[in-house]
């Protein structure tokens, strides 16, 4: 393949969240991965209005977003395909997945109604209601509303876990042990989104599940057990060296092992899932799994967990990016 004929893909990367910095760190494992004799790949660094790639010589020219180009030095480059590593807004929460669909470039993760559903958590809970899948009781609170802690309490009990509506990597969230801890907790979460869940607490032990589905196959990589050594999988654990230790794959009873794989399965296709997404459970001692969460654009960092679930898979990420450039070029 000549270089004229690769497939130009722009790497979407850095975003507007607290995340920004790890999807930077995921775009950077992701661009080497990529394989160069089929792939032209330019990376663009998105921070609110600022759409920029930076050339080698440190030189930062701007995306034209009337057309999803760039002009370098009077050359004008434009894009077959968009890969999208941005952990939280824009890239997901449906916002640069409506954008791209409105330019007409295919993009390598779920659609924006999927990820309008999956980044909003009582969304999630309803879409994945009615397919076989425990969740833990919830209450929702909107901004503005009257917590009434005591109420909260005598109906989910306690521990319980405040967390925002919408955001990811666990910021915002807090466990609460008592009454008193509530309010707190909400205007903490408020912080980070207008909408909270407050969710009944459920024993157990955390398992990440990595999954796809493309080209007519179903890829369920090695389930990982994640054991913090805080109270829970906060921003700290998850991305701090040290501060959890993952198994890859978790040790854990085939019948448990086909409940999780049934469950992941179960909500990737209720939530309309695309490319490789990261599907979080609680498994309770009496082995029920409760699903958390689904990650649409999981962590691609060197510690993050599914570049981990794909090696102890025997395939690599450039396989898995090959797989899904070919599912969702032609969408």
Not at 8 to 13: R, V
Not at 58 to 67: A, E, I, P, S
Not at 89 to 104: A, F, K, R, S
Not at 173 to 186: W, Y
Request: include cysteine; aromatic fraction near 8%.
């Amino acid at each position: 393949m000549t270089n004229d004929e690769r497939l130009k893909i722009a790497l979407l990367a850095g975003g507007d969240s607290s995340e920004r910095e790890i999807a930077l760190q995921s775009a950077a494992q992701i661009e080497a991965a990529l394989d160069r004799t089929k792939y032209d790949v330019t990376l663009i660094d998105l921070h609110h209005r600022d759409w920029h790639y930076t050339s080698p010589d440190g030189r930062q020219w701007q995306v034209d977003k009337n057309d999803f180009s760039i002009t370098v030095d009077g050359e004008r480059r434009q894009f077959d395909y968009a890969l999208i590593v941005i952990h939280g807004t824009p890239g997901e929460n449906g916002m640069l997945q409506g954008y791209l669909e409105m330019m007409d470039i295919p993009f390598s993760s779920c659609s924006m109604t999927s990820s309008v559903i999956t980044f909003d958590k009582i969304s999630t809970k309803r879409a994945v209601a009615g397919c076989g899948i425990n969740l833990a009781r919830e209450i929702f609170v909107r901004r503005g509303e009257r917590v009434d802690a005591e109420a909260i309490v005598a109906e989910l009990g306690l521990p319980l876990f405040v967390k925002p509506n919408a955001s990811g990597s666990s910021f915002g969230v807090t466990k609460v042990k008592s009454a008193a801890e509530i309010a707190p907790a909400v205007e903490a979460a408020l912080a980070e989104s207008d909408d909270v869940l407050i969710e009944e607490f459920v024993a157990g032990r955390e398992m990440g599940c990595g999954v796809m589905i493309a080209g007519g196959r179903e890829y369920l990589f090695p389930v990982t057990e994640i054991r913090p050594k805080k109270e829970f999988f906060d921003f700290e654990a998850k991305y701090s060296a040290g501060a959890s230790e993952e198994i890859t794959p978790a040790e854990i009873d085939e019948d448990i092992r086909a409940e999780l794989n049934r469950m992941t399965l179960a909500a990737y296709r209720a939530c309309r899932c695309s490319g490789i997404v990261r599907i979080d459970f609680i498994v309770t001692p009496d082995g029920r799994p409760y699903m958390i969460e689904i990650n649409t654009i999981p962590g691609m960092s060197s510690g993050s967990i599914v570049p981990k679930q794909v090696r102890a898979a025997g395939m690599t990420l450039g396989e898995v990016y090959d797989i899904i450039i070919e599912n969702t070029r032609r969408k």
